[in-house]
């Protein structure tokens, strides 16, 4: 059983306190004893967050380590495209080794979980679901990722992608994939027909790509949520993106709310350049969950992104010209509660029995720390310290981290210091 003491941490700015954590759940807070075996890691007073989790990212795509890459000029969702499979054909490494890298970022920067969108079309068969989910398996004891199977060229446009969806499916993918039916396939019963059929065959739970504005979105926004609900799918179903849901307002934007809430369809929202941030206030009032994401981070599309994900709470919040102290604080809610909801995973309440996945940052509180976007001065997934100022500090070998995660020398472990609670406590090696 491992166990680690995390001294003077303050879980939400609250006042200074000590987690212990077991087997990668909070087992106590200021325990009176320590169970046999405890290291501990010194929190220096600093504040403690739940880990952000990434609901909505690209790393296929990614050029994150790699050359610089000059885009050429793109004037609408088809150029940008064509422009990518043009550009990805020049790519010396492999999806695995860029995925790979720009996972690692992902994790010094806290990120807990990530929905990786992965491209299937015939042009690339399933090298990109092979390549990122090899990068996943990889670093499964740094964070959880679900890959989606993604028809960025077209689904019904493409011929022969929809079988490799289905392949993707069989061969890892976790999440079914859909692009615009309207804008892109031209065909919203067709390409929904499809999705939801082989969602009820497979069990595959659903995201679809909607890019489309206007009347036409929002039409199809009310079909998917239609077909939600008439599939038996509430809680399996998401749109990203979504812009079309910016142009609704007061009464509206309640009735759609409501509607996608009695659904249980899920939206995801990226706060990119131009482009509309979904209205995730009124939306999240109504009951509908809302995550956040990176999208694509330095790739054909575009050259900005970072992979952190407590900028891209700072960047919600500049979008959405947060003021308030509530206001900053739901961004970094987007980031952390409404992704982790969205992938599945527990609830991190920094609570005892919580999953130990928490970032320490030098921060007064959750407001000050989306403004700020300070590097953590400690990533924990998993109740393991997995990443320490912006540097991985758990080895690439998943057979080798628990010894690391637990090793201490003998001396340092009958030293007492003082922590910040006054409290005599090991000083864990580091």
Not at 86 to 115: K, N, P, Q
Not at 143 to 172: C, M, R, S, Y
Not at 297 to 303: I, K, L, M, N, S
Not at 315 to 341: F, Q, S
Request: aromatic share 4%; proline share 6%.
């Amino acid at each position: 059983m491992r166990h680690a003491l995390f001294t003077a941490v303050r879980p939400h700015g609250a006042e200074v306190r000590d987690l212990l954590v077991s087997d990668g759940r909070i087992a106590a807070v200021n325990p009176s004893a320590l169970p046999e075996g405890c290291v501990t890691v010194e929190g220096g007073g600093d504040l403690a967050l739940p880990a952000p989790v990434d609901a909505h990212i690209h790393p296929d795509k990614t050029t994150w380590g790699q050359p610089w890459l000059s885009r050429a000029p793109a004037g609408t969702l088809r150029d940008l495209i064509d422009g990518e499979v043009a550009a990805r054909s020049t790519f010396r490494a492999s999806a695995e080794e860029r995925a790979g890298a720009l996972m690692d970022r992902a994790v010094t920067r806290g990120t807990r979980a990530m929905r990786a969108h992965v491209d299937v079309a015939p042009v690339y068969g399933q090298a990109n679901v092979h390549g990122v989910g090899a990068a996943a398996a990889k670093r499964s004891h740094l964070l959880d990722v679900q890959v989606v199977a993604f028809p960025q060229l077209g689904l019904l446009t493409a011929p022969g992608t929809a079988e490799l969806l289905e392949q993707a499916l069989a061969e890892g993918a976790d999440v079914l994939g859909g692009l615009d039916p309207v804008g892109v396939d031209g065909d919203m019963d067709g390409q929904l027909d499809f999705l939801f059929g082989v969602a009820e065959r497979t069990g595959a739970p659903i995201d679809i790509h909607l890019h489309d504005g206007g009347p036409s979105g929002l039409a199809q926004v009310t079909e998917i949520a239609r077909r939600t609900v008439a599939a038996g799918m509430r809680g399996r179903v998401t749109i990203s993106h979504v812009f079309c849901l910016a142009e609704l307002e007061g009464a509206e934007l309640a009735e759609m709310g409501e509607r996608l809430a009695e659904a249980g369809v899920a939206l995801t929202t990226c706060a990119l350049g131009a482009d509309p941030v979904v209205p995730f206030g009124p939306l999240t009032a109504k009951g509908v969950l809302v995550a956040a994401g990176s999208d694509g981070v330095r790739d054909p599309w575009t050259p900005f992104g970072d992979g952190d994900m407590i900028n891209r709470a700072h960047l919600l919040a500049y979008r959405t010209d947060a003021r308030t102290d509530a206001e900053l604080a739901a961004c970094y809610e987007l980031v952390a509660h409404g992704g982790a909801a969205l992938l599945g995973l527990d609830r991190v309440g920094l609570e005892v029995g919580d999953p130990a996945d928490f970032v320490l940052l030098p921060a007064e509180s959750v407001v000050q720390a989306v403004v700020d976007r300070p590097v953590p001065r400690l990533v924990v997934h998993d109740g393991r310290v997995v990443a320490r100022d912006g540097r991985l500090t758990d080895p690439a070998d998943p057979a080798d981290r628990t010894a690391a995660a637990d090793r201490t020398d003998p001396a340092e472990r009958g030293q007492s210091v003082q922590a910040a609670t006054g409290r005599p406590v090991e000083r864990a090696s580091r």
